[in-house]
């Protein structure tokens, strides 16, 4: 981890620039530990790390001395479908189903202390502060429109995403390293799926948003994985011709390697 | 040792998707089935998506048929005229069945209808491929004559026209039910994803009456050529075979196939249709308890399409 250090410290410097937000009383830089990370034949899962500071002026008021801080990371949007089961005529069948729209394929929401200590509920709703107060767009009939948290395909959909670390929160992740130097790790299991990632950081003080960024990072297929998917998606005969090819070649070398004489 | 598939877009231990390809390559080069019923459930179980999974095994099954359908080969063990013919008739069905599968998938509950014909198909099969292996296994214990083929007792099939012979089985048969066979096979096939060769034996044994010396051999014959144009077909439509996948069970499968049909060749045949037919059934069986109990989890999620 101390390795690192140095390297963030370079790319903070370069975050200033990116971050150049309107004149308020405080101003957040952030950046993370890599913007690319690259998929190679034994890449199984990543840990990202996403370093930030709390620049105050003259406009911040003496008095401020607690921040809070919530950062969302969210990965390539998909269309997904939630099936429930239910006992018909003695068998187990899907009847019922729900579909979310454009949802996050990863989200992870990290925060320094718990939600309810950072804001109020109206506050953590407005912001999405949280799994239960994260838009989660579902087609209702004709309508698009989020749920309650309680409802049960909402609940199943973010559960069975957590449970393979796709959707994850932690209200201890964060850890405020000075009153104004944060740091937090971004876990990326091995499934993550491949796309950009959008990083967005909000500071809080008193109960109320003071200013917020975003950064982002990008996981990308590089050599002899992303030559396979390309050949794949875009000349589906000569790779299918290849990988029979394979197959028949394969074969017949094991029944000459293993042939008994 | 993990390595990240392509295709599937995860990462998995190399060993152990070795040793499954390695495991079902035996059981399919000891019987001559394709495995296809029992690889797709074991990769969905680690994780790979259902769709890559399918995909995938094809390639697998095609190049264990082939390894294992050269050592029958060398072993006088396969019956070209007969899979000549039992392939006009497949390739029909397949085509056949691939239309059917692309019309039911439009109507909904694919996914529970294919459950139910593995349930249906698999016990039934399973239930008497056992139940005659059993009979026979008594029957010779008790002395009597183990063989099916029951002298002079030649059923209705034998007196179709278009009678051919074919040499090496040994048989004197009409060209109809061979191509129907074959047809029932391709079609059953193309819409449960399976090779279909756990229908073929007991059929050829039973149905045909084909000795048991070149049933494996031949039904391999046509197993290979369904699996090379399976895999062709679902990589130009939708791209989803993991040629790195397909690989390790390649190299994972042939190895095991080629024990496996060593072993087959030392096991009696009622013994063999035995242990087949508790396979099948086993597998119908597990089918039908996920169907009946109640699920772990009531709720799945799929992915429906990416956007940006």
Redesign the interface.
Known sequence: MMARIPLTLAALALGVALAASPARAERLIASVSNHRVTVTPNYSGEELVLFGSVEKDAQTPANRANYDLVVTVSGPRADMVTRRKERRFGIWINTDSRQFLKVPSYLALFSNRPFDAIASPEVQRRQQLGLNNVLLTQRVGPDYADVVPADPFRRAFVRLRSEHGLYRESTSAVTFLTPTLFRTGIPLPGEVPIGTYDVEIKLFADGALVTRTETAFEIVKVGFEQFIATTARQSGFTYGLVTAFMALMTGWMASIVFRKD | M???L??A???VNVFLVLAMGAAVGFVSGMFGIGGGFLMTPLLIFV?IAPAVAVASVA??I??????????YW?RRSIDPILAAVLLSGGTVGTALGVWTFTQLRALG?L??LIAMSYVILLTTVGGLMFWEGLRALLRARRGGVASPRRPGSHGWIHGLPLKMRFKRSKIYLSVIPVVVIGLIIGFIGAVMGIGGGFILVPLMIYVLRVPTSTVVGTSMVLTLVTM?FA???????N???D??L??IL??GG??G??FGA?AGQKIRGEHLRLLLGLLVLAVGIRFAIE?????A????????????
């Not at chain 2, 095609?62 to 294992?68: H, P, Q």
Request: hydrophobic share 45%; glycine share 8%.
């Open positions: 993990q390595l990240y392509p295709i877009d995860i990462p994780g390639s697998h095609a190049a264990s048929s082939f390894s294992g359908a050269i050592s060398r509950q996914d529970l090379v895999t062709m077909l679902h990589a130009v439509t791209h989803l075979v040629a790195v397909a690989l390649m190299v042939v190895t196939a080629q060593r169907l009946v109990i109640q699920p989890d009531l709720f799945t999620i799929r992915e429906t399409g990416g956007s940006g």
